[in-house]
């Protein structure tokens, strides 16, 4: 559920009309709501009530430190993956006990900066990266707590592009392999082992495969603590998916994965870490845009908007589906036309949707994506030198821009010509 609505005819964010957001800053934009922000946070939080548990909220869905402020006040922490999301969680006030570093490629600069700056664990990837935590920690005089990111070889059944638990993606280590790399593990003395990390992928509809990887995650902890270690926390990843198209089936809910958790890990008596990014910003935010142009093409008929892939990536890199929707709620049982969707990027690939079917639209008119909240504003760029799109957060009645449009001479003087140019 989302706070974005028809009310007397016209999209809401909460209470706020969103024609009147792109009104006061123009088009494109994303805006996202706060209630739904919270309400998704809430879901996960109360579906692990009775576990000791924390959220870590994965802060690359949309990392806007007014979104990271919102949810840290609930009281989330932070999954982050570079030492950029490191400062910007420190920055909006999560306290370094509740910040998660995940990642493959984290560099001794990144590990440093954690180090200082305190960090509730490092989610640990390979050997190597092991080895230079170990050595960073001991010359720094300190001790780094980890848990080891296993790979499980399991099928997350998503799309190929965010699927991170098969044996040939580049994430963790093998579990076959896990006990000899806890067992080398504990003999550095600059880490403390802790537990358990394991992350299959995102956008999972299914709670299959999930629960695949957890069962070989519970008999893995009994393993490892029978050859002497620790095993204090079990942090397992993020990935449950939103539904995107409105007619599709419904992916489990939170409560059914808190469940499947329970059934599959309770009995361990750990700490239970989970790292949603998706179900918690995903349908929290939508982009909305203008429509330039109605282009009538051979056989079929163009809406060429003013988003392009630059602004929201998703349908061009993954063939992602987000519902598109009018700003002015069409009348009950409105005619409805076949448009291809796409923006004004010198590109084919530039393409939101093809054959979507939509009530009639007409230059100037706003349109809607949902499910715009996470993998959106993040992953967009300047392409075409087209400025970063602003974000807006709602409140009820209230919004606030969050992040403003730069202006054209703030893109172009970033660049810097050399003296002898
Ligand atoms: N934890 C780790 C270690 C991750 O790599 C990810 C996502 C998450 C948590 C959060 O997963 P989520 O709950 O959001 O599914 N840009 C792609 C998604 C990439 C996901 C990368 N890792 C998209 O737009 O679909």
């Given amino acids: 559920m989302d706070h974005f609505l028809y009310k007397n005819g016209v999209l809401c964010a909460e209470d706020v009309p969103v024609a009147g957001i792109a009104a006061a800053v123009g088009t494109p934009f994303y805006v996202y709501s706060t209630a739904t922000l919270l309400r998704h946070f809430t879901l996960f939080d109360e579906a692990l009530e009775g576990i000791d548990h924390l959220v870590c909220y994965a ?97 997350a059944k998503t799309h190929a592009k965010i699927a991170t638990g098969k044996s040939e993606n580049k994430f963790g280590i093998p579990i076959s392999r896990a006990r000899e790399v806890y067992r080398l593990a504990a003999t550095m003395p600059g880490l403390r082992v802790i537990g358990i990390d394991v992350h299959i992928g995102s956008q999972l509809t299914d709670l299959a495969p999930f629960e695949q990887a957890y069962r070989k995650v519970a008999d893995l902890t009994e393993m490892l603590r029978a050859d002497g270690h620790e095993m204090m926390r079990l942090d397992l990843g993020g990935g449950l998916g939103i539904p995107y198209a409105r007619d599709n089936q419904a992916p489990p809910l939170p409560s059914d994965y808190g469940a499947m958790v329970r059934r599959t890990l309770g009995h361990l008596g750990c700490e239970i870490e989970i790292e949603p990014g998706r179900l918690i910003a995903g349908n929290a935010g939508l982009m909305v845009s203008e429509v330039i142009y109605v282009k009538s093409g051979e056989g079929r008929d163009f809406l060429i908007i003013d988003g392009a892939m630059n602004d929201l990536i998703r349908p061009a890199m993954y063939e992602a589906w987000h519902d598109i929707i009018p700003v002015v709620e069409p009348v ?90």
């Fill in 59 to 155: 802060m690359k869905a949309a990392s806007n430190q007014a979104i990271l402020k919102t949810l840290a006040q609930a009281g989330a922490g932070m999954d982050v993956v570079s030492g950029g999301e490191y400062r910007r969680a420190k920055a909006a006030g999560v306290p370094a006990d509740k910040i998660v570093f995940s990642g493959v490629g984290k560099t001794a600069a990144e590990i440093r900066l954690a180090l200082e700056g305190g960090i509730r664990q490092f989610n640990v990837e390979s050997e190597p990266e092991m080895a230079l935590l170990d050595a960073t920690a001991r010359a720094m005089n300190t001790v780094a707590p980890i848990t080891i990111r296993v790979n499980p070889d399991v099928d």
């Fill in 332 to 421: 009950p049982g409105a005619e409805q036309a076949k448009y291809d969707i796409v923006g004004p990027v010198c590109e084919s690939g530039d393409t939101f949707a093809r054959e979507r079917m939509m009530p009639p639209v007409a230059s100037g008119d706003l349109v809607a994506f949902r499910s715009a909240g996470a993998y959106g504003a993040v992953m967009s760029s300047e392409y075409n030198s087209r400025p970063l799109i602003p974000e807006v957060l709602v409140r009820g009645d209230q919004f606030a821009v969050i992040r403003p449009r730069p202006t054209f001479d703030e893109m172009i003087n970033r660049d810097t010509i050399p003296e002898w140019l």
